[in-house]
């Protein structure tokens, strides 16, 4: 900036020529003007034209140098110029001025030959020009600040002393305190501001010249935002870079939020889409994404920053940008696996960062950086795999990396990296050597940490993690009370905006607790629950670990709390994320979280929040699907271009998961499992975009939202809707009768848990003893087993603990001899989703103690299920029959044919399809449930507990798996009967994903299934 106020103060002169040698004629004939002139050299000095005339050969060698850039014209200019000066009187205007110029045109010389003695010539000219400036050329000063200032930068930049680039910036900041910002050179000082305070940033490393760059900036954008102009495309960036500096340093994230603003507005600014520039902004954008997720958790910010850093890789880059950003995408892979993302993402995030290491960088720090990063993932891939190797090629990169630097905060680094790789290892052997070495390691980094830097705080946080797992080992109580002082300071001296104080908070609660354990002090109980609050109100509910706290929190508003934590369910298990990877933080955080929410809001005898959480907290995978592909009438009547654009995007991402869950066939289909994935997010980001685009028009807030509790009431049903919560601390029933608005309460206190994971664990014994998974009849086989017994006790605890005092309290007991039993249909929670409600009564005896004899049974896998438009008998459109009666690796099913004849003979009243052996193909039978309202499948049926979706009816040609019926639209679809094993068993992990082909059924569209358990 400063050359071009250099020729923009010289062209100055230009202006003060006779207006018949002004502007081009000047430029264009310098060398006859010099000519011309030549003579005033001649003049006596006292003579009053000679100075004017001297003033314009000055110019006209000026103009020379600028298109011909000989240094001898500037050489001649200064020549003139200081032969000017000493003819003009002193105590006059022009002297002031004309030292300013000369001084000027010195820093131009200095430029050009890079010798110390111009620019000293430079300054002490400008200094004297300062000097000369009286009260009537006030408005001078600025401008002549501004000049002394950047030829003290330039000495700066040559001698490297830093008080002279203090000088500097005490002169710039003071010429705009003189403008005052009205000052016609208010622009340019500005910009030769922030050129400052950058400069002494990168030499100083200071947070407090980074904020006064960043404040200068600011203040250029108001001054051109009130002329109407807009911040230049270059400044923009320098604020973005700016935000990145300060943000690296104070972890806020209005600083990283600041950084992404301003940067995204550079490529939408220039015209080259390929500009050089933009490789590196993508870098800086998805560091500071990356950053935000740190703060809030949001997997949407890891998506977008790998989406930068590959879009970067793809352009013509350095190879030290090449190693950082290859770093950063190991990093974001390393954020996926904490996550859960499994072998898989920490693979990659290795496969990235030892290609990164492979490429050859000058800089020691670049080095180190991408080291420690590496080393990161193999402890990360340690503690999930337990393969010692990866522990101990952690532990030698942290050692080589540490000797890369002689930064005492990246020593202290790499030395809380190795304590917690020697704590992992204890966690796996036990060896008191192992966590000894941990502590010794954080000791040595506390020592080396600077006061007001991260490193302190982390050493600190680490050495109390440390002492809290020796003493998990040993009991010895100094251990854990070295843990709570090591903590408690890290705690103190992380400020409350920190993303890792919630973190800290959340171990020193815990801390306390063990300590509650040992020595039984109720105070210190109360001190873990005050901590463990703090936490939760500093965790910002978008973050993943709000659940786990919250799970641990006594709050003085729980329902508001839950509230936060259930409106975060989506978030948990981003449709961005493998299936497999939401299905591990729905078992992780998710179902837990929404039993806890319901037991609180029927507590509170919220009953319509409890209905509202148990939906939203159910069957999540299932609600994920049927948004993809929700009836968008009301969004075309306002938006059509939105609603198209929301169904291709829909379209293209359940193509893309699709690919995904095909992982074997990856050599067919051209591209790998992590091409996938990051086309996965980037679709899912894009759908999340066009939904906020809906709901921010009038009409449409609530497309996609939440069904109400009002809906679910008020929506036409069969029967009596029984839903079940199975929490530790307690069972109830909520039941929404037929024909009322007001929802029942049921408590259940002879039924628990516990209960019912003992009934679960009996019948699964019964089951193995009698072979009934095996299907080797297709009609009822009776037999006496003696573990039978066990059955009738899991069938009477049902109808004890649940049945009896839920009939009894709908009245149901006292109408037995009824002609139209009630119907009662069941939404059944956590272990209860596996054991036969239906089934339940005392069957020891002739009792009339069956359900069976008070109301007929039916279930749902959630609510919504039950709200779909009826359909009408005339759009019937018959019934197909599959039968295969074989399949690999299992015994042939015998009786199919005659199956499917005994139903065909039934239904002369309906047109029937039956699809038998070579016929019942995976392309035919889902063509034939296309056409058809009824389906009949007498087949052999598998789940995949790994890949529920690849749970199966198995078929003359493959597998008709659940993923490819639920991607199909099946508009007549009315009734399945499933003839076939394991159709609704279900997944004991993930009890209330109802994870089973009848349940898929009911989701692809079938108001009603029949399946076995």
Known sequence: MQKLFSVWELNGYINEIPEDMNGDKLLDGAPAISRKFESALELPDDDEEKIPLLRVL???CWVEFSQLHDPAHLEEAIKLGRHALGLIRDGTADKAEWSSRLGVLYRVLFDVTNCIDHIHCSIDLMKRAIQLTDFDHFGELP??????????????????QEDTLLHAVKLIELAVDVSGGVHLDTPYILANMIDMHLSLYMHKNSLENAKKCAFSLHTMERWMNDRGEQLPVSLVQNLGRMYSFIAGETDQSSDWENCIRYLKQVPHRTIDSEDTRHPYIGFILAESHLALFDSRGQLTDVAAALEYLEHALASPINSALEANCLMQVGRCYIRFAELGGGRESIDQAIKRLEIAADIDVLDDWTRYTRGNTLAEAYRLRFDLLGNFADNEKSISLYMDVNCLSDVSSAT?????GLGDCWRSRFNHTGDPADIKKSIKYLKKSLLLAQEGTPHKAIALSGLGNSYQCFFKASQARKYIVKSIDYIRQAVLITSDDHPHKPRRLNTLALAYGELFQNARDPRDLEIAMSYQTRALELTPITNPEYTGRLDNTATASPLEAFANGMALVDQVAWLGSPLDLRYQQIAKDVQCMTTDAVAAAISFQRMDLAIEWLEAGRTVIWNQLSQLRSPLADVSNVKPELAMRYQEVCQEYEAIASRHATKSFEHLIGSSTSEI????????????????EIRSTDGLQMFLSPMSFLSFVSSPRLGDIVVINMHRSRCDAIVLPLNAMSPVHVPLPAFSYDKAIYARNLLLESSSATDITEHAERHPVFHRVKRMGQLSLVLQSLWTGIVSPLLNRLGYLDKPDQKSLPRLIWCTTGPLTTLPTHAAGCYRNYSSDRIYNYAISSYTPNLSALIRPERSPSNFRGIIAIGHAYATGSSPLPGTTAEINSIEASTKWAKFTRLEGRNATVESTLRGMEDHSWVHLACHATQNLLDPNASAFQLHDGDLTLASITQKSLPYADFAFLSACETAKG??????????LAAGMIMAGYSSVVGTM
């Open 58 to 60: 000055t110019v006209g």
């Open 143 to 160: 401008a002549r600040l501004c000049n002394l200032a950047g030829s003290k930068r330039q000495l700066f930049e040559l001698s490297r």
């Open 412 to 416: 202290a680094a790499s030395l809380n």
């Open 677 to 692: 994935s990051q086309r996965l997010r980037r679709v899912a980001i894009d759908r999340e975009r066009i939904i906020n």
């Open 987 to 996: 997944d004991p992990r993930l009890p209330d994903e109802v994870v089973h």
